[in-house]
C-alpha cells in the first residue's frame, strides 16, 4: 500500500482522537466559578491528564515492541472514550475531575507514540522522519479541533455535553484504523525474548536521549500554554473591552493550527542545517517571545492575538524535530521502548508546566493581575530555556545506566 495512503489514514485517525484533548482548557474559564477552584486547582486538573498519560505509557507504547501497535493503539481510544464519558456524565468537582482527567490521559498515553508506530511500522517511504513531522502536525490539527468544538458546544449547550460529544472523535479513530488498515501487515520483528520494562539500552543511547531531555522542555512551554491559552486570552480581552470565551477558543483553535505546518517546517529545517543546531535557536527565541506575548495583555487585543499566535507557532517548531529525532536515533529492536521513555520523560514536564502556571499566578495576584500574567508566561517560557540545556548537557556528560 502506498505510504501517502498509510500516513493519510493515521494522520486522520489522530486528529478525531484528539477531539475531547483541550475540552477542559478551553472550558476552563466556564469550570472555574462553578467549581469555585483556585488556579493551583484548575492547573492540577489540567496537570492530572499527563500524570495519567506517563503512568499508562511504560506499558502500553512498550508493548508495540511485542504486538501490534494497531491492537494498542484501540485500546487507547476505548480508554479515552471512557474517560471522556465519565467526565461528562459524572465529573462535578475537583476530585472527580481529576479521576476522569486521569483516564482520558491514560488513553491519549496508548494513542499518541503507539499511533506514531502504527504508521513507522507499516511502509512509510524512504524519510521517515517526514512521516513523523506530520503525525506531529496533525497532535495541532487535532488539538485546534478540540479547542474550537469543544468550547463552541459547550457555550451552547453546557459542559457536560460537550465532554460526552468529544468520546465520538475516538470511537470514529476505531472504525478508521480497524476497517482501513485491516490488510496491512507491520513490517518489523517483535521483541519476545527481554524484560518489558527493561529501558537500560534506551538511556545508553546518548543521541537519542537529548532528544527526549529536550522534550521535557518543550511538553512544559506546549502544554502550559495550551492548558491556560484561553483562560489568558478571556483575561487580556477584559481588559481591552474585546473577546470573550466564543473569541478566545477561535484564537486558541488558530494557533494550534497554525502549529501543525511549522513543525513539519521545523523538521525541515532540521534536516537541512543540523537538528540539534536548529531545536536550540528556536527554543532560544521562543523565550523572548513569551515574555512578549505576557506583556502584550495590556495593549491591543489584536497584537495579543498575533502574539499568542507566533508564539504557538515557535513553539511547535520544534516539535517534529524532536521526536522524529528521538526515533531515527533508537534502535529498531527498541523503538517502542525509546517513545515510551520520550513520552514518559517529555510528558513529565506537560505534567507540572500547567500545575507552575496555576501556581504563579495564585502567588503573584491571580488572574486579574497583569503582573501575574507576565511571570505566568516566563514560567512558561523556562521550559525551551531548559530544553536547550538538556539537549547540549548530554553532549556534554556522559548518561551511565548500570
Given at each position: 500500500?502506498?505510504?501517502?495512503?498509510?500516513?493519510?489514514?493515521?494522520?486522520?485517525?489522530?486528529?478525531?482522537?484528539?477531539?475531547?484533548?483541550?475540552t477542559y482548557?478551553?472550558?476552563?474559564?466556564?469550570?472555574?466559578?462553578?467549581?469555585?477552584?483556585?488556579?493551583?486547582?484548575?492547573?492540577?486538573?489540567?496537570?492530572?491528564?499527563?500524570?495519567?498519560?506517563?503512568?499508562?505509557?511504560?506499558?502500553?507504547?512498550?508493548l508495540?515492541?511485542?504486538?501490534?501497535?494497531?491492537?494498542?493503539?484501540?485500546?487507547?481510544?476505548?480508554?479515552?472514550?471512557?474517560?471522556?464519558?465519565?467526565?461528562?456524565?459524572?465529573?462535578?468537582?475537583?476530585?472527580?475531575?481529576?479521576?476522569?482527567?486521569?483516564?482520558?490521559?491514560?488513553?491519549?498515553?496508548?494513542?499518541?507514540?503507539?499511533?506514531?508506530?502504527?504508521?513507522?511500522?507499516?511502509?512509510?517511504?524512504?524519510?521517515?522522519?517526514?512521516?513523523?513531522?506530520?503525525?506531529?502536525?496533525?497532535?495541532?490539527?487535532?488539538?485546534?479541533?478540540?479547542?474550537?468544538?469543544?468550547g463552541?458546544?459547550?457555550?451552547?449547550?453546557?459542559?457536560?455535553?460537550?465532554?460526552?460529544?468529544?468520546?465520538?472523535?475516538?470511537?470514529?479513530?476505531?472504525?478508521i484504523?480497524?476497517?482501513?488498515?485491516?490488510?496491512?501487515?507491520?513490517?518489523?520483528?517483535?521483541?519476545?525474548?527481554?524484560?518489558?520494562?527493561?529501558?537500560?539500552?534506551?538511556?545508553?543511547?546518548?543521541?537519542?536521549?537529548?532528544?527526549?531531555?529536550?522534550?521535557?522542555?518543550?511538553?512544559?512551554?506546549?502544554?502550559?500554554?495550551?492548558?491556560?491559552?484561553?483562560?489568558?486570552?478571556?483575561?487580556?480581552?477584559?481588559?481591552?473591552?474585546?473577546?470573550?470565551?466564543?473569541?478566545?477558543?477561535?484564537?486558541?483553535?488558530?494557533?494550534?493550527?497554525?502549529?501543525?505546518?511549522?513543525?513539519?517546517?521545523?523538521?525541515?529545517?532540521?534536516?537541512?542545517?543540523?537538528?540539534?543546531?536548529?531545536?536550540?535557536?528556536?527554543?532560544?527565541?521562543?523565550?523572548?517571545?513569551?515574555?512578549?506575548?505576557?506583556?502584550?495583555?495590556?495593549?491591543?487585543?489584536?497584537?495579543?492575538a498575533?502574539?499568542?499566535?507566533?508564539y504557538?507557532?515557535?513553539?511547535?517548531?520544534?516539535s517534529?524535530?524532536?521526536?522524529?529525532?528521538?526515533?531515527?536515533?533508537?534502535?529498531?529492536?527498541?523503538?517502542?521502548?525509546?517513545?515510551?521513555?520520550?513520552?514518559?520523560?517529555?510528558f513529565?514536564?506537560?505534567?507540572?508546566?500547567?500545575?507552575?502556571?496555576?501556581l504563579?499566578?495564585?502567588?503573584s495576584?491571580?488572574?486579574?493581575?497583569?503582573?501575574?500574567?507576565?511571570?505566568?508566561?516566563?514560567?512558561?517560557?523556562?521550559?525551551?530555556?531548559?530544553?536547550?540545556?538538556?539537549?547540549?548537557l548530554?553532549?556534554?556528560?556522559?548518561?551511565?545506566?548500570?
Amino acid at each position: 500500500m502506498k505510504p501517502f495512503y498509510t500516513i493519510l489514514i493515521m494522520c486522520t485517525a489522530h486528529i478525531f482522537s484528539m477531539a475531547g484533548f483541550a475540552t477542559y482548557p478551553a472550558l476552563l474559564p466556564s469550570l472555574i466559578p462553578i467549581w469555585q477552584l483556585t488556579n493551583t486547582q484548575a492547573g492540577w486538573i489540567s496537570g492530572i491528564f499527563f500524570a495519567g498519560y506517563v503512568a499508562s505509557v511504560p506499558v502500553l507504547v512498550t508493548l508495540t515492541d511485542r504486538f501490534d501497535s494497531r491492537l494498542i493503539y484501540i485500546s487507547g481510544l476505548v480508554i479515552s472514550t471512557i474517560g471522556l464519558l465519565g467526565f461528562g456524565f459524572f465529573a462535578n468537582d475537583f476530585w472527580s475531575a481529576m479521576v476522569w482527567q486521569a483516564i482520558q490521559g491514560a488513553g491519549i498515553g496508548g494513542t499518541y507514540m503507539t499511533g506514531l508506530r502504527v504508521m513507522t511500522d507499516r511502509e512509510v517511504g524512504s524519510t521517515p522522519s517526514r512521516a513523523i513531522a506530520f503525525y506531529t502536525a496533525a497532535f495541532s490539527a487535532g488539538t485546534a479541533f478540540s479547542f474550537v468544538v469543544s468550547g463552541n458546544i459547550g457555550l451552547l449547550w453546557g459542559w457536560q455535553t460537550a465532554f460526552s460529544l468529544a468520546a465520538i472523535g475516538p470511537i470514529i479513530s476505531i472504525v478508521i484504523v480497524l476497517f482501513l488498515l485491516s490488510n496491512q501487515t507491520p513490517n518489523k520483528v517483535y521483541r519476545h525474548n527481554t524484560n518489558l520494562l527493561d529501558f537500560r539500552p534506551v538511556f545508553s543511547n546518548r543521541e537519542a536521549l537529548s532528544y527526549t531531555l529536550g522534550y521535557i522542555g518543550h511538553s512544559w512551554e506546549l502544554f502550559a500554554l495550551r492548558g491556560w491559552i484561553v483562560t489568558f486570552l478571556v483575561f487580556a480581552g477584559a481588559q481591552q473591552g474585546g473577546a470573550g470565551i466564543l473569541s478566545a477558543v477561535l484564537i486558541a483553535g488558530i494557533a494550534n493550527i497554525i502549529g501543525g505546518p511549522v513543525s513539519i517546517v521545523g523538521n525541515e529545517l532540521a534536516e537541512r542545517f543540523g537538528r540539534k543546531k536548529i531545536i536550540s535557536i528556536i527554543m532560544i527565541i521562543s523565550v523572548f517571545v513569551a515574555l512578549a506575548t505576557g506583556i502584550s495583555a495590556s495593549f491591543s487585543l489584536y497584537i495579543t492575538a498575533i502574539l499568542v499566535v507566533i508564539y504557538s507557532g515557535f513553539i511547535m517548531g520544534d516539535s517534529s524535530s524532536l521526536t522524529a529525532g528521538a526515533a531515527n536515533a533508537a534502535d529498531p529492536s527498541y523503538r517502542g521502548a525509546t517513545l515510551a521513555v520520550h513520552s514518559v520523560l517529555g510528558f513529565s514536564g506537560a505534567l507540572l508546566g500547567p500545575l507552575a502556571v496555576g501556581l504563579v499566578l495564585d502567588i503573584s495576584g491571580g488572574r486579574s493581575s497583569g503582573l501575574a500574567w507576565i511571570l505566568a508566561f516566563l514560567t512558561i517560557g523556562f521550559g525551551s530555556l531548559g530544553g536547550a540545556a538538556l539537549i547540549w548537557l548530554t553532549k556534554l556528560k556522559k548518561v551511565n545506566v548500570n
